[in-house]
Each structure stands twice: as C-alpha cells, then as structure tokens.
C-alpha cells in the first residue's frame, strides 16, 4: 500500500487584491511543517502541487527544512475550485435574482473591514457556493462543481495508478480539493466535499493509503506541527 497526505496551503493574503500569496503567518506555518518532518524522519518519493501560488510556495517553504526533498510537479488540476469566478461573477448573479442572499451580501460590505468579517463573508459564501454545487446557476467563465470535481479525481487517479508499490507521496493543494478527496474515499454525498471543505485548517495534513484501485481515509485535517496555538487558522 502507499501513503498519500494532502496538506492544504498556509494561510493566505485573504481579502486583499493579490490574495494568491501566503500572508507572513503562512510562510511560517510552511516552515514549521519542514521542520517537523525532518524531525520525524518523513521522507517522500514524490512531491505535487497545483499551480496556485500559495500552493507551490508553501511546498518550496516545508522542503527547503528537509534534507532530501524530491522535484515538486506542478499540476493545475490540483488548483482550488474557481472562488475567484464565484465572488467576481457568481456573486452579482445570485444576488440579482435572489433578496435573501442580496440581503447577506449587503451584510458582509457593511462588515467588510471589521474584525470578525470572515463570519459576514462564511455566512455569505457558504450560500452562493451551495448554488454553485447544485448547479442551480451557471455563469460563463465560472468552472462548474461537475467540472471542478472531474479534473481532482483525474488528478488523484493518475497520482494512484502510477508504479510503485509502498510509495510516499505529498500534494499540496486547498480544502476544497481536500474535502473532495474525502468524499470521494469515504463514497459520500457531493454536499460533504463543501462541508468539511470549511472545516480544513491551514497547513493541515489529511492522510490516506491507497493501491491502484483504492484510496483509504486514514485521518483528516490534523496539525500535530502547529503546537504554537498562533499557527492555527482557517483562512
């Protein structure tokens, strides 16, 4: 059997205008990540991530702790779902023909740079992003959940399917494409990709083993290298 962890990517530069970056605090969460695994003697045969910057840098930052550390491959089809689409193009959609959503977007703004935004901005999100996963309104431009959930198991498929028994392999990719992965191992409904989607720490590690044929759920979402209660953040 093979091991396969996923880590999601250290905290992002969220709500700012270039937010495909990791904020200070991330870049540390990545660091303190290589630091424990060379500790621990963790050692990997192959290493992917998507070609999202906070992606490949939170990889470059963990190996750059490590003393042997393979060529990252870079795969776009690891990336996140398309949330740049659902805030720039889905949002304004909804929020033309539906007023109890218009109403929880006009919350948010009114909260925008208060402390406590990301609740107005979950609160909001989750219901645009629920929208989205049902396929009740589709914007051109805006990548589909049917689409979306395609290209990660295709991604994960041929990450599988490739030869070697007993390989270590690390992803490094977003909770999005985490809480998909779940789903998928565990055969639940597409609802509890989004729903544990929220519930992905930064930096976190979900692990599985798996054969050409099968991918089992081992643990989820752990940070056993996050000690420091300051590195631990959802967004």
């Known amino acids: 059997m093979g091991y396969l962890v996923l880590v999601r990517h250290g905290q992002a530069r969220t709500f700012e ?19 424990y695994w060379q500790r621990h003697g963790t050692r990997f045969d192959e290493i992917h991530a998507g070609a999202l910057v906070r992606q490949r840098r939170t990889a470059e930052l963990a190996g750059a702790e490590i003393a042997e550390w393979p060529a990252v491959q870079t795969n776009p089809a690891l990336n996140e779902y398309d949330s740049v689409g659902i805030t720039q193009r889905l949002i304004p959609a909804l929020a033309e023909r539906d007023e109890r959503f218009r109403a ?4 948010f703004e009114a909260h925008k740079h208060a402390p406590d935004r990301n ?21 051109e431009g805006v990548e589909s959940w049917a689409r979306f959930s395609a290209r990660v198991r295709n991604a994960l498929k041929d990450i599988l399917a490739t030869e070697g028994s007993g ?7 977003s909770g999005g494409v985490i809480g998909l992965a779940v789903q998928t191992a565990l055969n639940a409904p597409d609802r ?11 930096c976190s590690l979900t692990e599985f083993t798996f054969s050409r044929s099968r991918l089992s ?3 989820f979402n752990t940070i056993p290298h996050l000690d420091d209660p300051r590195l631990r953040t959802y967004r």
């Open 119 to 139: 609740r107005y901005f979950q609160k909001m999100f989750e219901v645009v992003v629920g929208v989205w996963l049902n396929g009740e309104l589709e914007v």
């Open 104 to 107: 929880l977007l006009a919350d």
């Open 167 to 173: 390989r270590r392999v690390a992803v490094f990719t």
């Open 192 to 202: 509890t990709a989004l729903e544990l989607n929220w519930r992905v720490q930064n």
């Open 217 to 219: 759920l081992d643990s």
């Open 17 to 35: 205008q270039d937010s495909d970056q990791l904020s200070p605090l991330g870049e540390e969460q990545a660091r303190t990540l290589g630091q």
